[in-house]
């Protein structure tokens, strides 16, 4: 299962009201990594540096890598997605980022209001090349990032004209997004976005035993971002194959 090609141009962007097929995130650490993840049917690669931070960036090289690596493929080119870091660290990389990738992620850590947090986005639009399109990030755990609540980022970012919406954790602590979230809200969050016409990706700690349970619920994401779960022991250690071909047969059969 592969969904590349569905995206379309941001400034056209009509997402469906329900997605015919979920799409499949994997963060990646190196250019080992990237090269494997080419191996699996993965709709977008999310480059950061786990060791670093939740949203921390990965280098400038990594980036220009990757961005070889896929313009010289020929079919099935899988979108690219960047971590840029929390909001003083993306505002400085932010102008770095290749004009050929897609996305780019900023922490919303210390954004108290929708108004901080509105600003944090046009300072990091402004210095992203004009096509990378910005994607919102809230933190299941927002607390503990100083930044608002998931439903004030969603209903944020559709005043503030971002399309794309991304729930992450900010503690990595084995903890996951669902642990943080019920079902019952973050079935709530997906009603906000399909009301608002928004694609939205559930990441944060996500694992292979949660997509049952989100199979049988209102929750429908439009993507599922992975990271630790399809490691060979923690979110900082390498990607383990076996698990990555688990996620892999998943998306085929379930999603």
């Not at 503690?171 to 009603?191: N, P, Q, V, Y």
């Not at 349970?213 to 900082?236: A, E, F, M, Y």
Request: with cysteine; charged share 25%; net charge negative.
């Amino acid at each position: 299962m592969t969904n590349q090609g569905t995206f379309s141009d941001p400034a056209g962007f009509k997402p469906p009201v329900e997605s015919v097929s979920r799409q499949w995130l994997v963060s990646l650490r190196s250019l080992d990594e990237v090269r494997i993840a080419f191996e699996y049917p993965i709709d977008i690669l999310d480059l950061k540096e786990p060791r670093n931070g939740p949203l921390a960036p990965s280098p400038v090289e990594l980036w220009l890598e990757t961005v070889t690596i896929v313009e010289a493929m020929i079919h099935a080119k899988p979108k690219l997605s960047a971590a840029l870091g929390e909001p003083d660290q993306a505002r400085r990389v932010a102008s770095r980022l290749p004009a050929t990738f897609d996305f780019a992620k900023a922490g919303p850590s210390g954004c108290h209001s929708p108004q901080r947090l509105t600003q944090m986005w046009e300072d990091v639009r402004d210095r992203l090349p004009t096509k990378v399109e910005l994607v919102a990030v809230a933190y299941a755990d927002h607390h503990a990032a100083e930044s608002i609540a998931p439903e004030s980022v969603f209903e944020t970012a559709k005043r503030a004209g971002l399309n794309r919406c991304l729930i992450d954790t900010f503690t990595k602590d084995g903890r996951s997004t669902l642990d943080h979230l019920s079902i019952d809200r973050l079935t709530e969050i997906s009603a906000i976005a399909r009301d608002f016409g928004l694609w939205w990706a559930l990441a944060g700690s996500i694992r292979h035993a949660d997509v049952e349970k989100l199979n049988q619920s209102n929750v429908h994401p439009d993507c599922i971002g992975v990271r630790g779960d399809v490691c060979s022991g923690d979110r900082t250690s390498s990607l383990c194959r076996q698990k990555m071909q688990c996620w892999a047969d998943t998306f085929r059969s379930f999603l």
